[in-house]
Nanobody, 120 residues
Framework: VQLQASGGGWVQAGGSLRLSCTAS????????MAWYRQVIGEKRELVAV???????NYSDFAKGRFTISRDNAKKTVYLQMDSLKPEDTAVYYC???????????????WGRGTQVTVSS
């Protein structure tokens, strides 16, 4: 199983970016999917999580500015980020939990991360 993230880049404060993360492999179901972020030297922190039924939860800094969504048929999770601030600059990682495949028990996986840079 691999998680491939894309959509990161550079944007000015107040701008928007949309991140995507697609799972590949012999997958027949995925539980929760999430986005985390990490600044060098700091702990990785949760941005938002979405359950398999579409229920969502956001960290306080993401509420009202970020929107997480998923397309189960495409095994893809998205993060729409609006009103970006310089403090949102970080590497963003996608995460998938309770991933069931044809050959292994349920497990969790991390994507490799995509850099988001917001300039003031």
């Amino acid at each position: 199983v691999q998680l491939q993230a894309s959509g990161g880049g550079w944007v000015q404060a107040g701008g928007s970016l949309r991140l995507s993360c697609t799972a590949s492999g012999s997958i027949f179901s995925i539980g929760a999917m999430a986005w985390y972020r990490q600044v060098i030297g700091e702990k990785r922190e949760l941005v938002a999580v979405i359950g398999s039924a579409g229920n969502t939860n956001y960290s306080d800094f993401a509420k009202g500015r970020f929107t997480i969504s998923r397309d189960n048929a495409k095994k893809t999770v998205y993060l729409q980020m609006d009103s970006l601030k310089p403090e949102d600059t970080a590497v963003y990682y996608c995460y998938a939990d309770q991933v069931r495949t044809t050959t292994s028990p349920p497990n969790f996986y991390w994507g490799r991360g995509t850099q988001v840079t917001v300039s003031s």
